[in-house]
Nanobody, 120 residues
Framework: QVQLVESGGGLVQPGGSLRLSCAAS????????MGWYRQAPGKQRELVAR???????NYADSVKGRFTISRDNTKNTVYLQMNSLKPEDTAVYYC??????????????WGQGTQVTVSS
C-alpha cells in the first residue's frame, strides 16, 4: 500500500521551531529520494527541500540556513526541522516520494499535507 503520513504541523510564533515527520510505506521510501513542498493560500506549490537516497540534499533559497531535512532509513521516515520560522513560512507542507534515487527526480507520490501557521 502506498502511504505517506505527515505529522508535526501546528501554530508557532515567529522565531519558533517545528519538526515535521513523514512516515512512508517501504515501497515508496527505499531507494527513493524524498522531499518536502509547501503551498500557501493563493500560491502555487513550491519546493522546500529534497534528500537523495544516498543523503545528498537540496534546499530552496528561502529556507537555507533555517530548515534541515533528514531521513532515517531504518524507520522509513523523513523529517523537516524548521527553525527561525517566519510568517511567510505559513503553508500546508506536503511530503513527497520522488521517482528515483536522486533529489532531482520528479515527485511521484504525495502525502495529505500538514498545516504550519506562523503567527503571533
Amino acid at each position: 500500500q502506498v502511504q505517506l503520513v505527515e505529522s508535526g504541523g501546528g501554530l508557532v510564533q515567529p522565531g519558533g521551531s517545528l519538526r515535521l515527520s513523514c512516515a512512508a510505506s517501504g515501497s515508496i521510501f527505499v531507494f527513493r529520494a524524498m522531499g518536502w513542498y509547501r503551498q500557501a493560500p493563493g500560491k502555487q506549490r513550491e519546493l522546500v527541500a529534497r534528500i537523495s537516497w544516498g543523503g545528498a540534499i537540496n534546499y530552496a533559497d528561502s529556507v537555507k540556513g533555517r530548515f534541515t531535512i533528514s531521513r532515517d532509513n531504518t524507520k522509513n521516515t523523513v523529517y523537516l526541522q524548521m527553525n527561525s520560522l517566519k510568517p511567510e513560512d505559513t503553508a500546508v507542507y506536503y511530503c513527497t516520494s520522488l521517482d528515483g534515487r536522486t533529489w532531482d527526480s520528479p515527485p511521484r507520490y504525495w502525502g495529505q499535507g500538514t498545516q504550519v501557521t506562523v503567527s503571533s
